[in-house]
């Protein structure tokens, strides 16, 4: 299934152009996935889905683009009314559909951006190392500082005036 296709997922995917981590180029690759249809022992409508997809991301240390390999499995069932939610067993995540009809990119495209990291980062970027040897000193570690107070002698000149 194309990535093209999915426009939430698409919004936050590297552009498809350019170098990535690595000087390797970003390409958009299709996702993979498998739907297993099948009724439990309660008679409700499951679905078992996995996705595999290498997802185009920017790595927020080096803000370089990086190819993310996901896989996500999931156990759903299909519910009509959102009422019906609360009546599920707790190992099944639900899925609305209408007039007995579901989109699989829509599917898809969910269950791939669940999968995708909070913050993206590359395996290849290195860890950043902070140091205080060239000159950086933690503000906690600064010795006491007089505070320049630019309105002090304002306080004194109110006194005198009121006395006045």
């Given at each position: ?68 390999q ?50 993206p ?35 004194g ?8």
């Amino acid at each position: 299934m194309p990535l093209e296709r999915m426009p939430r997922l698409r919004a936050i995917l590297a552009p498809a152009t350019g170098a990535g981590a690595g000087g390797r180029r970003i390409v958009w690759a299709d996702a993979a996935f498998t739907a297993r249809f099948r009724y439990d022992e309660q008679g409700l409508v499951t679905i078992d889905v996995t996705v595999r997809a290498e997802l185009p991301l920017v790595c927020q240390r080096s803000l370089l683009p990086y190819v993310e390999q996901v896989e996500r499995s999931s156990l759903l069932t299909v519910i009509e009314n959102i009422a019906d939610q609360d009546e599920l067993p707790e190992s099944y995540e639900p899925v609305l559909v209408e007039h007995g009809r579901m989109a699989l990119l829509d599917l898809v495209e969910d269950e791939l951006l669940l999968a995708v990291p909070q913050v993206p980062r590359s395996p290849d970027t290195k860890e950043v190392e902070l140091s205080t040897e060239d000159g950086f000193i933690p503000p906690s570690e600064i010795e006491d500082e007089r505070t320049h107070r630019p309105f002090q002698g304002l306080a004194g000149l109110l006194k005198v005036s009121k006395e006045n």
